[in-house]
């Protein structure tokens, strides 16, 4: 059922405790003119705030990420959001399963529940607003009559403007571990695996196909944020701006099969990546998602380029 045929999807799932939303992410980085330049140019409202950087989406207020500066790269934290009616509740939940509190990072002002995912990487949970879509995100890819030019000339074509972050993928020693914690404490659920190699989570009240992902790697670490954006055009206008801008490496234009978006990774300075992201499957709250446990050859992409050799390389581990 669509919103197309006069359906309107709940804003969440009755009677089910868990998050609604990414929040915000946090990492660090060895250089904040670097990542200012790289977000700035892969379409990103890039703010300076206190001593650090936020991303934004053009026109929104709302920060997707926040950017510290260290001696090398590494992934900080993950703040999901929570629904106020649902926040002690939730506290009781961390207390029955045994989940340890923990204050928050040294000079943030946070009332939300701190604690570490199996991995160590540090969680919020929080009351905030829902940033998670409570329907699938606009995709158009428009045509015109014979007889009018379809394309805009290169001196002219837009910027490519991501509207907000889609998702995250992490690295994890142990994926079924991950599952695990993600489902008991967060909330989350299964959308679809590839046994021990990757697995993609959705929010249980309205979200992407994934909100977080997780890929098998020695050690914890950060792989890529996803980007939405509303076209193939604007992946491929996104893409060969980058280009211009001198970053080359990364993978794309393709389709992924879990998940079904299109696709054009691009490669940061510390070896993570940024993707553009469009029309990727959406959950809506009152669906039971059929999750499956995929092949390899049916789990990453259905078309697009060969997979670079080192694409899956955990540049944070040891």
Same mark, same amino acid.
Request: a positive charge.
């Given at each position: 059922m669509?919103?197309? /045929?006069? #359906?309107?999807?709940?804003?969440?799932?009755?009677?089910?405790?868990?998050?609604?939303?990414i929040d915000h992410c946090h990492m660090v980085v060895p250089d904040l003119k670097d990542a200012q330049h790289f977000y700035e140019s892969f379409g990103l409202d890039v703010r300076e705030k206190n001593n650090g950087l936020s991303l934004h989406a053009h026109g929104d207020p709302h920060k997707w990420v926040s950017i510290g500066e260290g001696a090398r790269k590494r992934f900080g934290y993950l703040s999901f959001a929570l629904f106020e009616e649902d926040f002690a509740a939730f506290g009781k939940r961390?207390?029955?399963?045994?989940?340890? %509190?923990?204050d928050p990072p040294a000079g943030m002002d946070s009332n939300g529940y701190w604690f570490r995912d199996p991995d160590g990487n540090a969680i919020e949970v929080k009351i905030a607003a829902k940033t998670s879509p409570n329907a699938k995100s606009i995709f158009a890819e428009p045509s015109v009559p014979g007889g009018q030019r379809g394309a805009p000339y290169r001196s002219? *074509?837009?910027?490519? %403007?991501?509207?907000?972050?889609? +998702?995250?993928?992490?690295?994890?020693?142990?994926?079924? %571990?991950a599952l695990s914690f993600y489902s008991r404490i967060l909330g989350l659920r299964l959308s679809d695996r590839s046994g021990d190699i990757i697995a993609f989570m959705h929010a249980i009240h309205g979200s992407d196909? +994934?909100?977080?992902?997780?890929?098998?790697?020695?050690?914890?670490?950060?792989? /890529? #944020?996803?980007?939405?954006?509303?076209?193939?055009?604007?992946?491929?206008?996104? *893409?060969?701006?980058?280009?211009?801008?001198? #970053?080359?490496?990364?993978?794309?234009?393709?389709r992924h099969v879990l998940g079904s978006n299109f696709f054009h990774y691009v490669r940061d300075p510390w070896g993570s990546y940024s993707e553009y992201s469009a029309d990727i499957d959406y959950v809506p709250a009152d669906c039971d998602w059929d999750s499956g446990d995929h092949p390899p050859h049916d789990s990453l992409y259905v078309w697009g380029p060969n997979l670079p050799e080192d694409f899956i390389q955990n540049f944070e581990a040891p």
């Open positions: 669509t919103a197309n /045929h006069g #359906y309107i999807a709940p804003s969440r799932r009755p009677g089910e405790l868990g998050v609604h939303s961390l207390q029955d399963e045994g989940v340890a %509190r923990m002219t *074509a837009s910027r490519t %403007r991501p509207r907000r972050l889609s +998702h995250v993928l992490l690295f994890t020693p142990d994926v079924s %571990r196909h +994934h909100l977080v992902a997780f890929a098998k790697s020695n050690a914890p670490g950060h792989h /890529h #944020y996803s980007w939405d954006v509303g076209s193939v055009s604007d992946i491929g206008l996104g *893409a060969t701006y980058m280009l211009e801008q001198g #970053y080359e490496r990364g993978w794309g234009l393709g």
